[in-house]
């Protein structure tokens, strides 16, 4: 994992001297979030789950995130008690901390970091944890501390259905019937254009995460952006390995689970804490820091636990 986590850096760094030099420019990001959700990331995912080989335990996974993004929930708390935050800082904290960018940075990261994980249980946790999560708790986070007003309070359903029915979800539920009905991997023919097309998926995700980048934000909101990153990159790794330990998840599965659990803050995290009115710089900064310190931090994990 230390090379592709330097790798990764590496295009986080090409990425933000794009948008400096003029190539890139900040609105051209949803392109490639479009690429990646349309078609990189529904490739990588049906090719992991066609070639796995699909435990039982699987099922404990999802388990453990949702333990996982309490406990954090927790400290996000905590973090923002000791800030004496007012509430906007408060839901900036709490969504910042509570989900990882398991999606984006996780599952790419993952599939190209080696032996010793399970690609299965980083798909799990992603798709039926953090995307769930991602509509439901930081949506009535976000609405409970956010100074927009005129938004309804609670789960936005529609968003919830429309985020469990995108590419990637369906991609999942295709090659879960592919393997259990025994049709296996497809032919080359078919496998080859979908590696290829999966395999792009970190680099573009890199380059968009460098292209997005606020060093501004830093200045801005130092002490809570620090304690955000502490919790995610350094705790989450611990929540995930005793939460993983008290469940009994085979070897692979626990290893996955503690590196999702200390994923960089996710990015739509961001997203919707701007939206519903959360402290836009303490999120830009998280996002920020967390993704770029993660490249360093991620190999350091997976060297205690492997």
Known sequence: MLSTSFAA?????????????????EEQ?????????????????????????????LLLVPVAGYLIHVVMLGIGWVLARVRRAD????????????????GFFGVPLIAA????????????????????????????????????????RGIDWSALRRGLMMPPMIALLAGLVCNLA????????????LDLLGAATLPLVMLYAGLMLDVGALRRA??????????????????????????????????????????????MSLVLGVRYGLRRDVLVGAVFVTTVLCTLTLPIVRGLVL
């Open 222 to 267: 130092w002490p809570e952006i620090s304690m955000i990153t502490v919790a995610r990159l350094g705790l989450g790794a611990l929540v995930g390995l005793a939460i993983g330990t008290l469940l009994g998840l085979a070897p692979a599965q626990l290893n996955t689970v503690v590196l999702m659990a200390a994923m960089p803050t996710a990015t």
């Open 29 to 57: 990001g949803p392109v490639l979030v479009n690429v990646v959700i349309f078609a990189t990331m529904p490739a990588l995912v049906f090719m992991i789950i066609t070639r796995e080989h699909l435990a039982v335990g």
């Open 113 to 152: 970091s080696g032996l010793g994980v399970s690609l299965a249980a980083a798909v799990f946790y992603d798709s039926f944890t953090t995307s769930v999560l991602t509509w439901t708790s930081t949506v009535v986070i976000a609405n409970s501390y956010g100074t927009v007003e005129g938004r309804p």
């Open 182 to 193: 025994g049709i296996g991997v497809p032919s080359t023919w078919i496998a080859r254009p």
């Open 87 to 102: 509430r906007p800082t408060t839901g900036a904290i709490l969504v910042a901390t509570g989900v990882g960018n398991t």
């Open 9 to 25: 850096l590496v295009m986080i760094i090409v990425g933000l001297v794009l948008r400096h030099a003029g190539v890139l420019r």
